[in-house]
């Protein structure tokens, strides 16, 4: 197979959907499931530790190719709130590691001299279930001797006294899985054992969220190079369709099981690296036919690697130059160049062994799971129209056209998104612009410039398609009234006040109530939600354009907003210093990288999905819950402007003069 070829091949996908892809990627290199190297050169930025190591060279090139394990365990040493209990149990496997050693050294000398190496093996094992139960006393010690009262507003939250106070302290001195472990020990009686099960609690967590949650993420970005292949554009909803067609659980399941057994094989010599090759193509074949088996895919796979193994290594290898390159960038050559110009080589190289297994269909009966013909040539009329016959008819619908809306009240609207209420004429324009979405969106398929999902093989209809079957129609360019406004500012805030908790708690295992205001809500996410609604609203039919906006926007906002807060209470509720790319440590690259993603997410999806859901409910209901609401939020401001929610894990960064870090 000419690799040159490949390339050049790779090259003109990339050249005609560069933005999807990378965008796809990047996502994918982001929560680490695949090319997660490339982030983690930015980590070693952020911390100003970067240097040209090729080790990393190596993990990207071979591992990628076909990781998870890793980082589990990444996952699980980041915590889940148990660093203490994570630094102790450390010991342990450090322990145990060494003592594994011993055992097999003493092994390979013989039996006379191994029976010695055997008994220091166990005395290491005891010393680091020893050193554990050690470390986690004092972990236990240290937090049982924090007494200190805290406050929320004027209430105190006592630490030494009740009920309420044992789950306080449980909460706000912060470490969950040291008070799970002492739970633990005191019921096996045993401390050693107590570790175990926390560690495994901790194994089991980050395996489920890994594999069934994020791991999934790798099929679907095979997805979308695949069908780029083929087809001019491919529509973000992509991104759920393994959930559209009801297959994500069985998709994550096949790779959760690949995975283990090219684990068990890396216990072995050079098993491991075979079988990552050997089981390559299974998030391919998945992305084609998520109906089949995790066994029934590793063994199609193993027969289209058969003899394209040493191959496919060097194939790898020939993108250890541009691997080397991107060191030099701190990854971003890699996010926004290598890492899609590999993935849209490896899906030539998958469809070229595609074509060669094929043609052995008659020996290989597996070769029908292959059966996603229409995601490499693309449908014929009378399929298309067999399968879309409702849209056909929907588009020879004729719908009269409303009347638009004058005066300043018609201004807004067009170019704010915003109107008064949501009363009939407004639902009728809406209902039509509705009506011509659908027929626009399935235009594209019937001019064969997206993949036809009615002829995908695996589709099955779930109970997801009767709780949303517009899913895929959500009208994204509309007016919002003022109503869903105020509803969806305090939606969003409380979303921002839930994501914001979420990271100290995961992080440091510790409950804050983040933000300026007392209440449970951060208003610059809501108020960064609409104005990017309101303000961005001539920009959403798009989506390049709208998401580099929202990033520009947020950052001012941000900006702002923070040297604001500094200037009148001289306190900070954030601070990037030390993030790549940070001003004065108020805003930085990979905090407006984030806003972006969210905010076209509240463009695209949240907003015209909560939006639905509040045009049902009438006024008399929503007026009071809206009147209500801001009262409320007005006397917290109020409160707020002298009594300020500050305090451990809210305010409490390092003083540092806008001198010391103007742009890093």
Request: aromatic share 14%; proline share 3%.
């Amino acid at each position: 197979m000419n690799r040159k070829e490949l390339k050049n091949r790779g090259l003109d996908i990339l050249k005609t959907h560069y933005w999807i892809i990378v965008l796809i990627m990047a996502f994918t290199s982001f929560i680490g499931v695949e090319y997660a190297s490339s982030f983690g050169s930015l980590k070693k930025a952020l911390s100003r530790e970067v240097s040209l190591d090729t080790d990393g060279i190596s993990n990207t090139v071979l591992d990628e190719r076909f990781g998870g394990i890793a980082d589990v365990f990444q996952y699980v040493s980041s915590g889940f709130g148990a660093d203490k209990v994570w630094d102790s149990t450390t010991k342990l496997k450090d322990n145990i590691v060494d003592s594994g050693e011993k055992i097999k050294d003493g092994l390979a000398v013989g039996l006379a001299e191994g029976k010695d190496s055997l008994i220091d093996g166990v005395i290491g094992i005891k010393d680091g279930l020893t050193g554990v139960k050690d470390s986690v006393s004092q972990v236990t010690g240290n937090i049982e001797g924090n007494t200190e009262p805290s406050y929320i507003g004027p209430v105190e939250v006592g630490k030494t006294q009740g009920v309420f106070a044992s789950i306080a302290n449980a909460l706000t001195s912060g470490k969950l899985f040291t008070k799970l472990f002492t739970g633990i020990a005191s019921i096996v009686r045993s401390d050693n054992i107590a570790s175990i099960i926390i560690i495994a609690i901790m194994m089991l967590m980050a395996i489920f969220i890994w594999y069934f949650v994020l791991s999934v993420f790798k099929v679907v970005s095979i997805r979308f190079v695949l069908e780029s292949r083929t087809y001019e554009s491919v529509p973000i909803r992509r991104v759920f369709y393994l959930i559209k067609a009801g297959r994500w659980f069985q998709t994550s399941w096949a790779l959760f099981t690949t995975t283990i057994i090219t684990a068990l094989w890396s216990l072995t010599l050079f098993g491991g690296f075979i079988k990552a090759y050997q089981y390559m193509l299974v998030p391919y074949i998945l992305s084609e036919n998520p109906s089949v088996s995790g066994k029934e895919a590793r063994r199609l796979s193993t027969k289209m690697m058969d003899g394209h193994k040493w191959e496919a290594f060097k194939l790898s290898m020939s993108f250890l130059g541009w691997r080397v390159l991107s060191l030099f960038t701190f990854g971003l050559l890699e996010l926004f160049f290598v890492n899609a110009y590999e993935a849209a080589v490896f899906g030539e190289y998958y469809a070229e062994l595609r074509i060669d297994i094929k043609k052995k269909k008659k020996e290989i009966p597996e070769v029908e799971l292959l059966n996603d013909r229409f995601l490499y040539v693309k449908a014929d009329d009378e399929h298309i129209d067999e399968a879309y016959a409702d849209i056909k008819s929907l588009a020879e619908e004729e719908l009269p056209v409303p009347q638009k809306m004058r005066g300043v009240s018609g201004f807004i609207a067009r170019n704010f998104g915003v109107v008064l209420f949501a009363n009939k004429e407004e639902k009728k324009l809406c209902e039509y612009e509705e009506h011509q979405l659908k027929v626009k969106t399935r235009q594209d398929v019937f001019d064969k410039k997206i993949y036809p999902f009615r002829l995908f093989p695996a589709y099955r209809k779930t109970f997801l398609h009767a709780m949303t079957p517009n899913i895929e129609f959500l009208h994204y360019v509309r007016r919002y009234s003022v109503w869903s406004i105020i509803l969806m500012f305090f939606m969003f805030s409380f979303m921002g006040w839930l994501w914001e908790i979420a990271i100290h708690l995961y992080e440091d295992g510790v409950f804050v109530n983040r933000g300026f205001l007392n209440g449970p809500y951060v208003p610059i996410y809501g108020a960064g939600s609409i104005m990017i609604l309101i303000l961005l609203n001539r920009f959403r039919s798009k989506p390049v354009l709208e998401f580099t906006s929202i990033i520009v926007l947020c950052g001012v906002m941000e900006y702002t907003t923070a040297t604001v807060l500094d200037f009148m209470y001289h306190a900070k509720w954030w601070d990037y210093s030390g993030y790549f790319l940070n001003i004065q440590g108020r805003i930085c690259a990979e905090g407006l990288l984030i806003f972006g993603v969210f905010g076209s997410l509240v463009v695209y999806f949240l907003g015209p999905v909560f939006d639905n859901l509040f045009r049902r409910w009438r006024l008399r209901i929503v007026a009071p819950i809206c009147i209500m609401l801001l009262l409320v939020f007005m006397g917290d401001i109020i409160y707020s402007s002298s009594n300020p929610n500050t305090g451990a894990g809210i305010t409490d960064y390092p003083a540092q003069h806008p001198e010391d870090n103007n742009l890093e």
